[in-house]
């Protein structure tokens, strides 16, 4: 009888013991972090460096939007913002899992922040522009901090905003590349809905 015992209380301890190690190790790779690869991080930096060249360019937009240049704001809009919620997703994919969600979340808010800027544009809404402007600045700087610093290019030194050359763009508008056109994003169509104001105004239009 006491062998018994002894041979369960043996038992038992070396149960104990491999479960504590199992776990461990199961601790051990929950905490391990996870890293880039060379090879992720030149990629990363190809795209981060077209949407950095993209975030440098904003002020002109805003320029266009504070001069209340509606055609010219909705050019710009789709000439060098173009291809910008294709590399943004682009760049999404390629971060670690765990920065993916916000990557994305953020990448949609500044194309439905653009398209309201749009459609502010549109309606020569000057106010609803100006903020609209001002959150697709936001998150589009915000996405950009996701980029993980040994890839992240250095942005333009600030300086004076100039006068938008707007005959440079209308040709980045008209040449021939694969662009997604700015409309409504179908999982969120409330993004975009016009206002009464917006509404009542169109039979006056005709």
């Keep these: 009888m006491v062998k018994i015992r002894t041979i369960v209380s043996a ?47 904003l002020p002109e937009l805003g320029q266009l939007v504070q ?15 173009g291809e ?10 390629t971060l670690l899992p765990d920065a993916q969600p916000a990557a994305r979340q953020l990448a949609k808010n500044v194309f439905n922040d653009l398209i309201a800027l749009d459609l502010a544009a549109q309606n020569s809404k000057a106010a609803v522009a100006q903020r609209e402007y001002s959150a697709a600045l936001k998150s589009f700087d915000s996405f950009l901090a996701l980029v993980p610093e040994a890839a992240r290019p250095q942005p333009k030194p600030s300086e004076p905003v100039v006068a938008p050359d707007k005959s440079s763009f209308l040709k ?16 969120e169509p409330s993004a975009v809905e016009e206002t009464p104001e917006a509404e009542a105004a169109e039979p006056m239009a005709e």
Excluded: H
């Design 11 to 57: 038992a038992l301890v070396l149960f104990m013991v491999l479960v504590l190690g199992v776990g461990q190790v199961e601790a051990a790779k929950v905490k391990q972090p996870l890293t880039y690869t060379p090879e992720q991080l030149e990629q990363i930096q190809d795209y981060a460096t077209d949407l950095q060249a993209m975030r440098d360019r």
């Design 67 to 81: 001069q209340q240049d509606w055609t010219f704001t909705r050019n710009f809009i789709r000439g060098p913002l």
């Design 84 to 93: 910008l919620r294709v590399k943004m997703q682009n760049l999404s994919r």
């Design 172 to 187: 980045e508008l008209l040449a021939p590349q694969s662009r997604q056109e700015i409309e409504p994003d179908e999982a």
